[in-house]
């Protein structure tokens, strides 16, 4: 059975620091994975995904994430972070041909000016 | 634009009340799902369906029933038989091509209990 842990249910930057969230997959076979983010009331909106291509994955608002198949991670980064940077970030995974999507319980990112 | 369409945004339900949350899309994607969100616990699964007259149950399925009569909708009814169903509710798709593209969700409808 594949799982994903989120570390951190609530992160705070500060406007223009490096935002890091933190994601671990267990699954016996390479998966997708994949980040969505969630503004309140909303449904959630994919930022990027891994694919078995490059490691290195961007996606947009200038969020990045790397594979790291000897760690199991697949962290999400923004050099950055903007006011509008703030809501709730979703990790996922998928694998082994099996037709659901496993999410992580989510990180609050504040952001304080 | 194609998009998914939830529909109520808010719902309110009677104890012993069946509701029933509407998901249409226009993506011309094959398979749907319906997830719950609550607070703290990320997605979970309630039911799925890759075609058109078929579905499976996902995690949490009971109390919880949908149909798939067309490929453009899948509305999901929740039962007096569910216990606690004030949550968010969140249905998605994904396209033909697989799931390593992502889902698309809609904006959800968040049921609550009165």
């Known amino acids: 059975a594949q799982s994903v842990t989120q570390l951190g249910s609530h992160v705070s930057v500060s406007e223009g620091a490096l935002v890091l969230l933190r994601c671990n997959y267990s699954s016996s076979v390479p998966p997708y994975l994949f980040w969505y983010v969630q503004y309140p009331n909303q449904g959630l909106q994919l930022l990027l995904k891994y694919t078995s291509a490059a490691t290195l994955v961007k996606g947009i608002n200038g969020f990045e994430a790397e594979f790291k198949k000897s760690e199991t991670s697949f962290h999400l980064t923004k050099p950055s972070a903007h006011m509008s940077d703030a809501a709730e970030y979703f990790c996922a995974s998928q694998a082994g041909g099996y037709q659901k999507v496993t999410f992580g319980t989510g990180t609050k990112l504040q952001v304080i000016p | 634009d194609g998009g998914i369409t939830q529909s109520p945004k808010y719902l309110f339900r009677k104890e012993g009340q069946n509701v029933t949350l509407s998901c249409e899309q226009n993506?011309?994607?094959?398979?749907m799902y319906w997830y719950r969100q609550d607070p703290g616990q990320g997605l979970r699964l309630i039911y799925y369906?890759?075609?058109?007259?078929?579905?499976q149950k996902g995690d949490i399925a009971e109390g919880y029933s949908v149909s798939r009569e067309k490929k453009e909708s899948f509305p999901l009814t929740v039962t007096s038989a569910q216990k606690n169903p004030t949550a968010f509710y969140l249905c998605?798709?994904?396209?033909?091509?697989?799931?390593?593209?992502?889902?698309?969700f809609g904006s959800g409808t968040r049921l609550t209990v009165v």
């Open positions: 993506l011309n994607h094959d398979a």
């Open positions: 369906s890759q075609i058109v007259n078929d579905f």
């Open positions: 998605a798709s994904s396209p033909p091509q697989g799931l390593r593209l992502g889902y698309t």
